[in-house]
């Protein structure tokens, strides 16, 4: 498609279930973030992609949080060991460079992980 | 550690009337930028503007203008004529150079009403 994918749309689990949400950018781009947003409140960052590598991953608020890029295109966070509090909207956004002087972001519609 | 504040949590307004969007910003750098995002209820952000902190010119676009003025550290954002399509959560968000945290505000969630 044209814009950011992001699956699941909506994820339910249990307290201390493992989770994986997916991320798939626009074709192209080489920056990929995933930020927090929890009902409420703006966006959180977690983590930025250049390309393959976590460029800078010092928003994951634990190391329950991790998350891969492995061909440089989709990206996957990985929840270990689920806490009521990580309940929230999980949004992905890739841009063309990454560097804030080319501007804008494109976010996904978001992924809404529920945790019981 | 820069900081986005929008004080104003919710705005309502009838149609047609000019509504403001706050936004103050605190940042120790002198090279930053400022960006306010639309969600709609489908929760989708959608980029509306982007601004350096060297260029303090106010820009419009359509029914939409922004107000940047430094010495205020305001980032505020008028939309003109306000339509219900207008209804969402806006976002004002900054980021310093070289940093990869774009940090948001908590958002002015404005309605239009007929």
């Known amino acids: 498609g044209a814009g950011v994918s992001q699956t699941p749309s909506n994820k339910v689990t249990e307290k201390g279930k493992y989770v994986e949400l997916r991320c798939d950018p626009i074709?192209?781009?080489?920056?990929l973030y995933w930020y927090r947003q929890s009902l409420g409140q703006g966006p959180e960052f977690l983590i930025y992609?250049?390309?393959?590598?976590?460029?800078?991953d010092s928003g994951l608020p634990n190391d329950r949080f991790f998350a891969v890029r492995p061909e440089g295109s989709v990206s996957t966070l990985k929840i270990q060991r689920t806490e009521r509090g990580d309940s929230a909207v999980y949004l992905c956004?890739?841009?063309?460079?990454?560097?804030?002087?080319?501007?804008?972001?494109?976010f996904g519609e978001g992924s809404r992980l529920t945790v019981l | 550690a820069q900081k986005v504040t929008q004080a104003q949590t919710e705005i309502s307004v009838v149609e047609k009337e000019d509504v403001t969007l706050d936004c103050v910003y605190e940042?120790?750098?002198?090279?930053?930028?400022l960006f306010w995002y639309k969600q709609p209820p489908s929760g989708e952000l959608v980029f509306l503007i982007r601004r350096n902190s060297f260029d303090e010119q106010n820009e419009i676009s359509g029914r939409y203008s922004w107000n940047f003025q430094k010495s205020t550290s305001s980032f505020n954002f008028t939309i003109t004529a306000s339509q219900v399509v207008d209804s969402a959560v806006y976002f004002c968000?900054?980021?310093?150079?070289?940093?990869?945290?774009?940090?948001f505000g908590a958002g002015t969630r404005l309605t239009v009403k007929p």
């Open positions: 940042t120790r750098d002198t090279t930053y930028y």
């Open positions: 968000a900054l980021s310093e150079a070289n940093n990869n945290d774009m940090r």
């Open positions: 956004a890739s841009s063309l460079i990454g560097s804030w002087d080319t501007g804008e972001l494109f």
């Open positions: 992609f250049q390309g393959t590598g976590a460029a800078d």
């Open positions: 074709s192209g781009h080489t920056a």
